[in-house]
């Protein structure tokens, strides 16, 4: 069961991805959290850090499509002004709006990537739908809606048993 659980990679912001690796490794797009995975929860807008990134990830040939649980006023407000797809409610782990972004994209499981900052939702969607994965650090935990705290404590049983069976290393990044 925890094993759904595991991400194909960790690393501890987005802008430690190697998107010449994920290039090499057949992927064309990237389907991303919003909250603590791009921006800090309470974070309206995009920063200009965030802003470049996106601009490399087109550059080298990528397509990005958000999908954030949160609501459309908040997801839209982050995804319109950058010109990027989004779909919002998505109630991850559930793989329809993991199957919508892949549509929106042409694209197949295989050759696609999804980077989260949780466990619970964006790595084990991203598993069950066959997709590969990237675990990042959350950028502003203490930010966090009720939901995702309570999925927080479920991620720490998880990790205590991936640890105890070899499947998590025993520090993590920082």
Known sequence: MFKRLLPSVIVNTIYDIDLEQLKA?????????????LVGAKEPLATPELITWL?????????????SNNNQTRVSAFASPLHIPY???????????????????????QQTVVIGDQMLTDML??????????????????????MTRVNRQIEKLALYQLRKKGLWPKEEKK
């Open 25 to 37: 490794l057949g992927m064309k797009g990237i389907i991303t959290d919003l909250d603590n995975t």
């Open 55 to 67: 601009k490399q990830v087109e550059q080298s040939g990528f397509q990005v499509v958000i999908v």
């Open 87 to 109: 779909i919002h409610a998505a109630r991850k782990p559930a793989m329809r709006a993991f199957r919508q972004a892949l549509q929106l994209m042409k694209l197949q499981p």
């Open 125 to 146: 969607g991203g598993r069950r739908m066959g997709l590969h994965t990237i675990l990042v650090t959350p950028i502003a935990p203490k930010d966090e809606g009720l």
